[in-house]
């Protein structure tokens, strides 16, 4: 077997902990007077679950499919869909039933909401970027990547160094688009949302993925899962004293932040589950994490919307409630909708044809 195609446990019990992360973030349950302001300001950085699925992302996109030279494109891009297109496809459908629905109205500003959504483009337009299902901007974000993956494997081929010119270039050619379509009406918010500062957290994914696949690094020691562990937790608790003296609103700010979370947190957390075996590593390899973890994606995108409003409104108030609704959801449309579609669509069209 090849070693791309190696399957690791804890990184998908991984992604479950990332999109808790998310819901904490979302629902806040700290708003109350009776916890104290520090509480609140942790967990309003808990939006780094969607930093740790990009450099998640980078890495698994890599690991599977660097060596395979050349590419097939067609099967890569099946499965890139298989993966994401269906469930989400159909819950934007029944986010904007459900509008129609409480609303009985339709316009063409809801049409162009519409568009944008299903063709995963809104992420393009600040103005339109929580149409929809309001957490699916990251898709965006992932489907660029995954188009333009499989070129930045051809570039870094031909030389290591490109692991960080590539991030680089694509950043400042990022923002000199932004800024030349700031004149003269920035429609919509074209090209504002800044997402191009995200290619460093996939890099961050790329270059360990390369490492191990060149076996530059290896560990038998837990220093990789301390030391992710120790500075997310420093970023958690540190950042709001940092943002006293680094504006990471800007792009650079941002950039710097993206760059030290994911290379010097994220990334050696992942590298710790693939190759430490801690008390961490086993907990997220339990068949338990794992099937959590496959039915993260539908959890991310029900998370937030005409779900946990309608749980929220005909079962329970209470936000562990709603958590507990949510993840058995989840888990009910990952066995019965997106693996039968996923494995569907990847079977049906993933084949090449025989002439």
Do not use: C
Not at 130 to 143: F, K, M, Y
Not at 258 to 280: D, N, V, Y
């Amino acid at each position: 077997m090849s070693t791309n195609k190696q399957f690791f446990p804890a990184l998908t019990g991984y992604r479950a902990i990332a999109a808790w992360l998310i819901f904490v973030y979302h629902f806040m349950p700290f708003n109350s007077d009776k916890y104290p302001k520090f509480a609140k300001e942790i967990v309003s950085h808990f939006h780094i679950g969607v930093d740790m699925f990009f450099v998640l992302s980078g890495f698994l996109i890599t690991y599977r499919y660097f060596n395979d030279y050349p590419i097939h494109f067609r099967k890569y891009m099946v499965n890139r869909i298989a993966r994401i297109y269906p469930m989400y496809f159909l819950i934007t459908a029944a986010v904007f039933a459900v509008w129609l629905f409480q609303n009985d109205d339709w316009s063409g500003e809801k049409t162009v909401e519409a568009i944008l959504s299903f063709t995963m483009l809104k992420a393009f337009f600040t103005k339109y970027n929580l149409a929809g299902i309001p957490q699916g901007w990251t898709l965006t974000v992932e489907e660029l990547f995954y188009l333009s993956a499989p070129i930045y494997f051809i570039i870094i081929r031909k030389s290591k160094w490109w692991l960080v010119g590539l991030p680089i270039s694509v950043f400042i050619i990022g923002v000199l688009l932004s800024r030349i379509t700031e004149f003269p009406q920035n429609t919509s918010g074209f090209l504002q949302n800044n997402i191009y500062v995200y290619i460093f957290e996939f890099f961050a994914g790329i270059a360990l993925a390369w490492l191990i696949l060149k076996n530059h690094i290896t560990s038998q020691r837990k220093w990789a899962t301390l030391m992710g562990i120790f500075v997310i937790i420093l970023y958690l608790f540190g950042k709001q004293y940092i943002a006293a003296y680094i504006d990471f609103t800007s792009d650079i700010g941002r950039a710097g932040e993206l760059i030290f979370l994911s290379l010097f947190g994220i990334a050696p957390l992942l590298f710790g589950l693939i190759q430490e075996k801690t008390i961490i590593q086993k907990l997220l390899s339990s068949s338990t994490f794992v099937l959590l973890g496959k039915s993260s994606y539908i959890f991310y995108l029900i998370h937030k919307g005409f779900v946990p409003v309608f749980i929220n409104d005909y079962i329970s108030d209470n936000k562990l409630i709603i958590f507990i609704l949510l993840n058995l959801i989840s888990i009910i449309l990952f066995l019965f909708v997106e693996e039968p579609l996923n494995h569907f669509i990847r079977k049906k069209f993933g084949k090449s044809q025989v002439q």
